[in-house]
């Protein structure tokens, strides 16, 4: 059924004709000043774009969070309690990784057999005698250190270690074999 009047059959019924007074829509055909239904009601109006709805087609109000996201766009997703974070592994003895028994770092490096709060204080209380680096197996800077002790009469021996000790329990010095020391 087309309208020979309207120019444009794809917008539904030509507006700017009167209808009679008395005249009812036929079945399926929609009313006067309606658009027909899946029509928008201004052809002129800004359509919606690529994965848009139109409004009041199941769109949440403003400010009203859809259905399975979160209220605020922004916010970090909150840990489950007690999992690791996100790269995070697990410190604890692992023997099903024979490389890494220990766990791995974030970048894949298996950690030492070593840890760097055993290392760090005893560089700092003995590290005149190079306790902590016989600890981590750097045989060589320990006998160094101890030369530098028994050289200086003790006056100068407690620098070094001091400032070795503080660089073990930041985690700078690594064990012989460059794998990072457990916390």
């Known amino acids: 059924m087309t309208d020979p009047y309207n120019p ?9 004709k009167q209808p009679d007074s008395g005249a ?16 928008p009601s201004d052809p002129y109006a800004q359509q ?5 709805q139109q409004p009041g087609y199941g769109q ?9 996201q979160p209220a605020d766009p922004y916010a970090q997703p909150q840990p489950v309690y007690g999992a690791a ?45 190079g306790v902590g680096r016989f600890y981590l197996g750097y045989n060589g800077i320990a006998c160094a250190q101890i030369a530098v002790t028994v050289l200086t009469l003790g006056c100068l021996g ?9 660089l073990m329990l930041t985690g700078k010095v690594p064990d012989p074999l460059g794998r990072p020391l457990r916390d």
């Not at 009812?24 to 029509?39: E, F, S």
């Open 85 to 129: 974070p996100y790269g995070a592994m697990p410190q604890g003895y692992n023997p099903a990784d024979p490389e890494a028994p220990y766990g791995r770092d974030m970048y894949g490096v298996p950690f030492s057999d070593k840890q760097k709060l055993t290392a760090g204080l005893l560089q700092i209380f003995l590290g005149g005698f």
């Open 158 to 166: 407690w620098v070094w270690p001091l400032i070795d000790g503080i």
């Open 60 to 68: 949440p109000q403003y400010g009203q969070p859809q259905y399975g």
């Open 48 to 52: 919606p774009g690529y994965g848009q």
């Open 24 to 39: 009812q829509p036929q079945y399926g055909q929609p009313a006067y000043g309606q658009p027909a239904y899946g029509q």
């Open 8 to 16: 444009n059959p794809q917008y539904g019924p030509d507006l700017s």
